[in-house]
């Protein structure tokens, strides 16, 4: 599980609609990416997504708005006083954050299922679109056990497949094959 991992999250199913408010668009180089999935939102368009992914978008477009509103700071202030100040604080990016969240449902919680329960369902699924009457059910023909390098020879003679009798019984099985 990823940090960005939203498993095991209370706010999982549910659905929040995450607009980009600013004036500029929201690009994965400005950190609009979750668990490296990159995400682009035009400026004054919206997304549905899951909760703690709006959540984590919201807050890296929260802080390029801070950057883009960030004072010029020239050689006077490089003296410590300007060049250490923080242009956001955590409490401030979660605030403006918050603004770019509306409309929030919650989906039908997915009861967790094993992956036996997930493939009994595929063959369900399957098993009504192509239905066993319609088709012939194909035979499993186990593969003929041959004793020596003899029985091998024999078998390919009959099956006129041309070999050299050198090759040892495995490769001169594999002929068969």
């Given amino acids: 599980m990823t940090p960005n991992s939203p498993m095991g999250n209370a706010d999982l199913n549910k659905v929040v609609r995450l607009t980009n408010k600013t004036d500029f668009d929201f690009?994965?180089?400005m950190g609009a990416k979750y668990d490296?999935?990159?995400y682009?939102?035009?400026?004054?368009?919206s997304m549905l997504a899951p909760k703690p992914v709006a959540k984590l978008l919201a807050k890296h477009?929260?802080?390029q708005v801070f950057l883009r509103n960030a004072p010029y700071r020239d050689e006077t202030e490089v003296d410590g006083?300007?060049?250490?100040?923080?242009?956001?604080?955590?409490?401030?990016?979660l605030k403006?954050?918050?603004t770019f969240i509306t409309d929030e449902y919650a989906e039908e919680k997915e009861v967790p299922r094993s992956e036996a329960q997930i493939m009994q369902q595929k063959i369900a699924e399957l098993?009504?679109?192509f239905p066993m009457d319609s088709m012939e059910t194909a035979t499993i023909m186990a593969p003929t056990q041959y004793v020596d390098k003899q029985e091998v020879i024999q078998a390919?003679?009959?099956?006129?497949?041309?070999?050299d009798a050198r090759l040892s019984k495995a490769a001169l099985e594999e002929l068969l094959t």
């Fill in 127 to 129: 098993n009504k679109e």
């Fill in 36 to 38: 490296s999935v990159p």
């Fill in 61 to 63: 477009l929260a802080r």
């Fill in 96 to 98: 403006l954050a918050d």
């Fill in 156 to 163: 390919l003679t009959e099956k006129n497949i041309r070999f």
């Fill in 27 to 29: 690009t994965p180089e």
């Fill in 81 to 93: 006083k300007g060049s250490t100040r923080a242009l956001w604080t955590e409490e401030q990016a």
């Fill in 40 to 45: 682009f939102i035009t400026a004054g368009k």
